[in-house]
């Protein structure tokens, strides 16, 4: 297994895009029995479900930026875990990841939220892709930092909204909001 995976959450915005490819501090472990340590933005491990998805989930994507507004709908990977730890940091994390396909104006978003358990911001991972290019950014602590943002993830009973509002590193405005009609518990994965 990779040091470092990547989790490539998809469908995204014309102007948008960008993984981060950041790994753990060397010899990181999780905090706490059953925790998920995990680096920003972690590749998603393929099945055999639809589309190659792990556990597919139908999701709405909602992305507006300099190139206006762009909607999408489709399946997708949307995860939960109160369980989680980031750079050794014990987390709540929220995943979700849509790809719309080439041929779309919005190629991919990739959203990676953790909410540090000792409190503070919500730490922030998201890249979009699109026919117009490709944005980042990324807030979470012990990583390489990349523009700024705000963000929320809560439940709806079953269903989970994450929404992120700010700027990557050149200053351009990207909001996004994911709406997932249920959220699935991930698979422990890193290092």
């Known amino acids: 297994m990779r040091p470092a995976s990547r989790f490539v959450?998809?469908?995204?915005?014309?102007?948008?895009?960008a993984c981060s490819d950041s790994a753990p501090p060397a010899g990181g472990s999780p905090e706490g029995a059953g925790a998920l340590e995990s680096a920003p933005a972690p590749m998603p491990a393929r099945g055999s479900a639809a589309g190659g998805l792990r556990d597919p989930v139908q999701l709405s994507v909602d992305v507006r930026g300099p190139g206006g507004r762009h909607v999408a709908s489709g399946l997708g990977e949307c995860?939960?875990?109160a369980d989680a730890s980031i750079?050794?940091?014990?987390?709540?994390?929220w995943r979700a990841s849509f790809e719309a396909g080439e041929s779309?104006?919005?190629?991919?978003?990739?959203?990676?939220?953790?909410?540090?358990?000792?409190?503070?911001a919500m730490q922030v991972n998201l890249s979009l892709s699109g026919t117009g290019g490709q944005r980042s950014i990324s807030t979470v602590a012990g990583g390489p930092i990349s523009g700024r943002a705000t963000a929320?993830?809560?439940?709806e009973g079953e269903?989970?909204?994450?929404?992120?509002n700010g700027e990557d590193e050149a200053g351009t405005p990207v909001e996004v909001t994911i709406r997932c009609e249920r959220m699935t518990v991930p698979v422990a994965e890193g290092g």
Do not use: H
């Open 104 to 120: 779309e104006d919005l190629n991919g978003v990739n959203v990676t939220l953790w909410q540090p358990k000792a409190g503070g």
């Open 159 to 164: 269903a989970g909204i994450l929404s992120v």
């Open 79 to 81: 995860q939960y875990t």
């Open 87 to 93: 750079y050794g940091i014990s987390a709540e994390l």
């Open 9 to 17: 959450l998809a469908a995204a915005a014309a102007l948008f895009a």
């Open 152 to 155: 929320s993830a809560r439940r």
